[in-house]
């Protein structure tokens, strides 16, 4: 049987600030952290793939305990809350050290094809959001004419022209499948 391939964003696991900033439906991190965990793997089967567009917890502490509760196979492309994002230092230890916790790979950028588009997967969108102008402009992916499947803008937008926010706030605190991105995409 063929692995179904999941794309999601910004669990923000542990991070109780998370819940005011983006006026999640949650009272409490616990009660946050469990439901986007039931909620994915109510979809994800153990034998599927995830990409994790990135700010995946707050709480490096976490994350190993985390990653082990979570269904399917995962690759990592991290966002500017996980320490092994590539504008913090120590970038690359930190990549290992997310791979011995449970990540079957990081990589801070990634690509695919999806419903015949060669389509970019990086954690900041191509345009800044309102919220932070220009604070992450040297990190931000280059439009050259690609679809982009993005999280970091939490509820500001699911979809600006060929930006794709697969992140939790847009999607019901689940993942998307690839196939609701294909029919996004044509």
């Not at 950028?109 to 402009?137: C, F, K, N």
């Not at 509820?155 to 690839?178: A, S, T």
Request: aromatic share 10%; hydrophobic share 35%.
């Amino acid at each position: 049987m063929t692995p179904d391939i999941w794309f999601t964003s910004d669990y923000h696991l542990n991070h109780k600030n998370i819940i005011a900033y983006c006026d999640r439906p949650f009272s409490s991190i616990d009660e946050m952290n469990e439901e986007i965990i039931s909620r994915h793997n109510a979809l994800v089967k153990p034998d599927d793939i995830v990409i994790d567009v990135g700010d995946f917890s707050m709480n490096e502490k976490i994350v190993e305990s985390s990653i082990k509760r979570l269904n399917g196979h995962r690759t990592l492309v991290p966002g500017n809350h996980d320490r092994c994002y590539r504008k913090h230092g120590g970038s690359a230890r930190w990549q290992k050290q997310y791979i011995a916790w449970g990540f079957d790979r990081v990589v801070q950028q990634h690509s695919m094809m999806i419903a015949g588009q060669d389509v970019l997967i990086d954690h900041m969108p191509y345009v800044a959001d309102e919220r932070h102008a220009e604070r992450y402009a040297a990190f931000r992916p280059k439009d050259e004419g690609r679809w982009l499947l993005h999280g970091h803008v939490h509820g500001l937008w699911g979809q600006r022209g060929r930006m794709l926010n697969v992140g939790v706030d847009v999607r019901d605190f689940r993942p998307m499948h690839i196939d609701e991105i294909a029919v996004l995409i044509k």
